[in-house]
């Protein structure tokens, strides 16, 4: 507050000065670009697929976004809990918009936790097939 005020007296625009604030305590959302493929699965999966997307998480939790992918038949698609390498509990369930399409289902927040595993590079996304149940491409959500 006390740098607003001090913008304020010195004629700077109260817009930007708000702004300038919301970046450096972090406020602003953190939007990511995803590659997803077979070599991010554990255990890693041999494929042509592949999966591009954007993931966007803000400071108030919400968490919204969507994958595609391209040479597979997709049977489900989810954020989970879990550092590169390991796999995890399932976060948000991902809802299909299309052939190949997945997103983020509007009005999803993190809890606590997931929010915690996030800020840690903890979540990944990942898409399923009836070829690899487990997963057939994914990608680590890095903030």
């Not at 001090?6 to 939007?31: D, E, H, M």
């Not at 919400?62 to 509990?89: C, E, F, L, R, Y």
């Amino acid at each position: 507050m006390r740098t607003l005020a001090i913008l304020r007296r010195s004629g700077f625009p109260i817009i930007v000065a708000a702004a300038a604030l919301a970046v450096s305590t972090g406020a602003l959302a953190q939007q990511m670009n995803l590659k997803l493929g077979g070599a991010a699965e554990v255990p890693p999966v041999t494929t042509s697929a592949a999966g591009t997307g954007a993931i966007t998480v803000g400071a108030d939790r919400s968490i919204s976004g969507a994958v595609t992918t391209t040479g597979m038949k997709g049977t489900m698609a989810h954020i989970h809990v879990g550092a590169a390498g390991a796999n995890g509990p399932v976060a948000i369930p991902l809802v299909q918009d299309g052939e190949g399409k997945w997103s983020v289902p509007a009005g999803r927040k993190l809890d606590e936790a997931q929010y915690e595993a996030f800020k840690a590079g903890k979540l990944y996304v990942n898409v399923h097939s009836a070829q690899h149940p487990g997963g057939e491409v994914r990608a680590q959500l890095m903030p």
